[in-house]
């Protein structure tokens, strides 16, 4: 058959349920249960590079964003290999299966057991995870990324023409189930993730929250699959991306040949693809690059709105609330917001303001980059906070020292020019720094030179032998993480020390039984904040008894966190607002202003500036090297007002135009620009009329896919 009859041969009927062809909810199931999939394998990705992976907050966000860039440049692949050779159920199908091994391989590298050979809890062989994490990350990658752009227009496929009505409703059922899906696994996951699991040692359960989604992923395949006899399947007709580069390509290479200033100056450069392209597609073309000129600043914005999982997350850990709950609240905020948000900006906001002025599509894309920017001065405004809360922990020159007085009298010593009173069974109430080392004076005539190794914080208990002496402990030199508290307890020297986790309690209350070998006990309570740290002291007058509590001291060495996780909020306000006004707003432009058949060059370079951004944050990350985490915040905002700054004068130079009128004007092919071509040993098959057949039927069928993706 030839292209036009193969185009224009009446799609298979298939069974309908109140107007919809039943095949459209299969698609819709699979839709649901593989945003469930990522999103929720992304909720608790950054926090398993650091506490299972043990990697540094740095490189867990480079290693994230690099994740998330290509995520968004593996579907200009997807799309071409789709149109250009498999089709769209064939591509889903073979990806889908690489998406869920990829799933799978993620949950088996957080099973700790499998390496685990002394049995201690800890992984003996990490580089094995390491590796099995690099390889579901990139499987998954390939996967969710290369039906990004099938599986909407795929369900658009399965409706016929006089089903326009129904279409549009299904597109919005469809952004229903991505966002379904979003909110319920990024409530769900990070709540797995705190549930505790292993066959040694109970840890958070990483194959658990990593698993879950494996499931999902393996029942969206499974749906999809399901429904394989009720689909219609249009077959691959050439990839327009391709077609796009490669007049781009020749435009490019003929200009160069004809440098020359003999040769004629052409209006636009596109022009000297006229020897072989004709002129419509070189005006369509033209268009395209004119709205792609645009995105040129947009990646910015990305840059910002994507460390939401990665940088906020972990500016979270050291903020007031139970970590495991308000996580998985905290992330939630978003896919609820736009749910509020986009119907409130389009029958309300935006109709108010046009009242007062224009408020243009590049207007509104402006205020949303400066939103997303007012959103990372509020997160730098709330780390300034956080930071004033945090200890002063000695630089790498310094060292630092607590003293605990272990004797049952009171006791008064000099540390350098430093005179210090401790009461029996007290300590001092803040650590004290000194460069290296310092001259320690217990007792007249008693005098040590204590060394202290930079960078390091110590805690000095003074005992009675047979004089006075002192025993030096390394003490921790960063807070707790994840809101858990840290405590040690004294009697005479050290027992134990121990980081409070699910065990125990993680803030409250906390219950300690002290034995003794005639079975005697005392409970001990104490009350706990998020991220604390403390010193039970365990006197040596310790009795047994009713009032044996009382006994026991409790030095403070870290307070616990007191900025609460819900001033989060504000800024997850801001930039979800910033995301709903540009976002939104971005996808509407871009249609509107995309030649007929251009639409999925344009869905394609939207997705690579997500792509850019998440590269923007690696590249200004590792080169900024900031110290204080809220100057990194504010170095981000200043960059996207700055380009927010270069969109706005790129804007107010903007021309609107009309790609219905424009490409009407070429409606008719002129016989000299075909005999022109042909002299290109580039013959055109079928006559003129089939090349308006085909045309016609190729602009029909983008819009309507590309509505779809543009609803999307």
Not at 292 to 309: E, H, K, N, R, V
Not at 631 to 640: G, K, V
Request: net charge neutral.
């Amino acid at each position: 058959l030839s292209t036009v009859e193969k185009i224009k041969k009446p799609k298979k009927r298939s069974t309908t349920i109140f107007g919809y062809p039943l095949s459209i909810f299969f698609i819709v199931v699979n839709e649901f249960c593989e945003r469930f999939s990522y999103y929720g394998m992304r909720a608790v990705l950054v926090l398993y590079f650091k506490y299972f992976l043990k990697w540094d907050e740095d490189f867990a966000t480079t290693i994230y964003h690099t994740f998330v860039a290509l995520c968004y440049l593996t579907p200009i692949l997807g799309a071409i290999v789709a149109d250009s050779w498999l089709g769209k159920f064939k591509t889903i199908v073979y990806l889908s299966i690489v998406y869920a091994v990829g799933q799978v391989v993620m949950a088996v590298s957080a099973i700790q057991d499998i390496t685990d050979a002394n049995k201690d809890g800890t992984p003996d062989n990490m580089t094995l995870h390491v590796a099995l994490s690099m390889v579901g990350l990139l499987l998954i990658a390939l996967g969710t990324g290369g039906i990004k752009p099938c599986v909407a227009a795929f369900g658009g496929d399965q409706f016929e023409d006089h089903q326009e009505k129904q279409r549009s409703t299904f597109f919005s059922i469809f952004y229903l189930s991505i966002n379904a899906g979003s909110l319920i696994s990024t409530l769900i996951t990070p709540i797995l993730r705190a549930q505790t699991c292993g066959i040694h040692i109970q840890q958070e359960c990483y194959p658990l929250a990593f698993g879950v989604p494996a499931a999902l992923m393996v029942v969206a395949l499974i749906v999809f699959i399901v429904g394989s006899p009720m689909y219609i399947r249009n077959p691959p007709q050439g990839n327009i991306i391709v077609k796009v580069c490669k007049c781009i390509g020749f435009a490019v290479k003929n200009r160069f040949r004809h440098r020359s200033s003999q040769y004629p100056k052409r209006e636009h450069w596109m022009d000297w693809a006229e020897e072989k392209y004709d002129k419509l597609l070189i005006a369509q073309v033209k268009m395209a690059l004119k709205v792609l000129f645009l995105y040129i600043p947009l990646p910015m914005f990305w840059a910002l709105f994507d460390q939401q999982g990665s940088r906020w997350t972990f500016q979270a850990t050291t903020m007031n609330g139970n970590f495991a709950t308000s996580l998985s609240s905290h992330q939630t905020v978003n896919p609820i917001l736009i749910l509020i948000l986009v119907p409130i900006m389009d029958t309300l906001i935006y109709p108010l303001i046009s009242k007062c002025f224009n408020f243009t599509p590049l207007r509104r894309i402006t205020v949303g980059m400066f939103l997303a920017a007012l959103a990372f001065v509020a997160a730098a405004l709330l780390q300034i906070q956080i930071d004033k809360t945090l200890p002063d922990f000695p630089s790498s020159t310094e060292g630092q020292v607590k003293f605990i007085n272990m004797v049952n009298r009171d006791l008064q010593i000099q540390a350098d020019n430093q005179t210090i009173s401790l009461k029996a069974f007290g300590a001092n109430e803040d650590y004290l720094t000194f460069n290296n080392q310092f001259t320690l004076v217990l007792e007249p005539g008693q005098q040590y030179n204590v060394k202290l190794d930079n960078g390091t914080r110590n805690t000095m208990a003074i005992i009675q032998g047979s004089k006075l002496g002192f025993e030096k402990f390394d003490d921790m030199t960063s807070k707790p993480e994840k809101g858990e508290n840290a405590l040690r307890q004294f009697y005479m020297v050290i027992l134990y020390y121990t980081v409070l986790t699910g065990g125990f309690s993680l803030y409250g209350r906390a219950e300690f039984m002290i034995k003794d070998d005639r079975g005697s006990s005392c409970i001990y309570t104490q009350e706990l904040g998020f991220g604390s740290s403390y010193t039970l002291i365990i006197p040596s007058t310790f009795t047994f008894g009713e009032m044996c509590s009382e006994n026991i001291k409790a030095v403070m060495d870290m307070e616990p966190n007191t900025v609460h996780m819900a001033w989060q909020i504000i800024q997850y306000f801001l930039m979800t607002s910033g995301e709903v006004v540009f976002s939104v707003t971005g996808l509407e432009f871009s249609y509107s202003q995309a030649p007929s058949n251009m639409k999925s060059v344009l869905q394609a370079g939207w997705l690579l500036t997500v792509a850019v951004g998440n590269i923007i944050v690696l590249i200004v990350a590792e080169a900024a090297t900031l110290k204080d985490q809220w100057a990194e915040y504010i170095l981000f905002a200043s960059l996207l007002v700055l380009v927010c700054i270069i969109f706005a004068i790129m804007a107010y130079f903007y021309t609107y135009t009309d790609p219905t009128k424009i490409e009407a004007q070429f409606g008719e092919m002129e016989p000299e620009e075909k005999e022109k071509r042909k002299s290109f040993d580039m013959p055109r098959k079928g006559s003129a009329e089939s090349h308006k057949e085909d045309r016609r039927s190729s602009d029909s069928s983008s819009d309507d896919e590309c509505t779809k993706q543009t609803k999307i």
